[in-house]
Nanobody, 118 residues
Framework: QVHLVESGGGLVQPGGSLRLSCTAS????????MGWFRQAPGKGRELVAS????????NYADSVKGRFTISRDNFKNTIFLQMDSLKPEDTATYYC???????????WGQGALVTVSS
């Protein structure tokens, strides 16, 4: 069992910045990929960014490349999403995701609401 706790999020004006964090706890071992997905009202959930435990090579959605940066601290089992130059279309609930690469185990965070509006 893996438990994810997210923090961050909130209301920000267009062009502003926010930082999300997500800490994993529980039965953690082996290679895994952690990332952020988002879901806007009336839309499906989409991948924003992900990063594996065994590499610093991150994967980004085209819509956030150059504006968002994902990073992780493996010692603290925590990932971060630095969001800069935010746009109204970034408004969504952001979900942290953990997926083991060695076991059939996946977990989701409770979601953090990000609202970009003037």
């Amino acid at each position: 069992q893996v438990h994810l706790v997210e923090s961050g999020g909130g209301l920000v004006q267009p062009g502003g910045s926010l930082r999300l964090s997500c800490t994993a706890s529980g039965s953690l071992f082996g290679f895994n990929v952690m990332g952020w997905f988002r879901q806007a009202p009336g839309k499906g959930r989409e991948l924003v960014a992900s990063i594996p435990s065994y590499s610093e090579t991150a994967n980004y959605a085209d819509s956030v490349k150059g504006r968002f940066t994902i990073s992780r601290d493996n010692f603290k089992n925590t990932i971060f999403l630095q969001m800069d130059s935010l746009k109204p279309e970034d408004t969504a609930t952001y979900y942290c995701n953990y997926k083991s690469q060695q076991r059939p185990l996946e977990a989701w965070g409770q979601g953090a609401l990000v609202t970009v509006s003037s």
